[in-house]
């Protein structure tokens, strides 16, 4: 849904005013991604456990109430950037293609 936004920024605005607008380079985000999931794959690890070992804890918030924290959260984080940020390169580099 996010790369589909952005493709619908790029449609209606045009490549340059989008790209001058949002000034985000993908190559970054996919990298940021990548470090995200790898670090907290890489957790279970340092912890004695497999890699990948999901951990999960309770935290009491004042206004919230009981909130669960996960490593999941994180990793699909990581997986969302780098999804958005590859679909956002390929599709920046195609509509920049002057062919």
């Known amino acids: 849904m996010t790369a589909s936004a952005i493709v619908l920024m790029y449609m209606f605005f045009g490549a340059q005013e989008a790209g001058r607008v949002m000034r985000l380079s993908y190559p970054v985000v ?32 004042p206004l919230v109430g009981e909130v669960e924290l996960t490593t999941a959260l994180p990793f699909d984080l990581g997986v969302y950037l780098v999804v958005v940020g590859a679909t956002m390169a390929a599709i920046v580099t195609i509509s920049e293609d002057d062919a």
């Open 30 to 61: 996919i990298s940021l991604g990548l470090l995200v999931a790898a670090t907290v794959g890489t957790v279970g690890l340092l912890g004695g456990d497999a890699f990948f070992t999901q951990y999960f804890d309770y935290v009491t918030l």
